[in-house]
């Protein structure tokens, strides 16, 4: 599929690093991407070697690590 509607994986990984503690779900990072969910799994794992999720998961984990320190 060559529809590569490029999305703003940028707009998405900023938006995970100010708000990863609200847990925004798939839908919406993929509504801010501009994408379906699953194209934009494919590209932010493509790009960053993590899914949407994972890396909102480990912002979380840092930001705790970051309030404990």
Sequence with gaps: EMHDATPRLHDV???LDEN???RPTLEKLAALAGVSAEHLVRS???RY???PVAYRNL??????RRRLL
């Design 49 to 51: 070697g993590v899914s």
């Design 13 to 15: 990984k900023a938006f």
């Design 44 to 46: 932010f794992k493509r």
């Design 20 to 22: 990863y503690a609200s």
């Design 59 to 64: 912002c979380r984990v840092l930001g705790a």
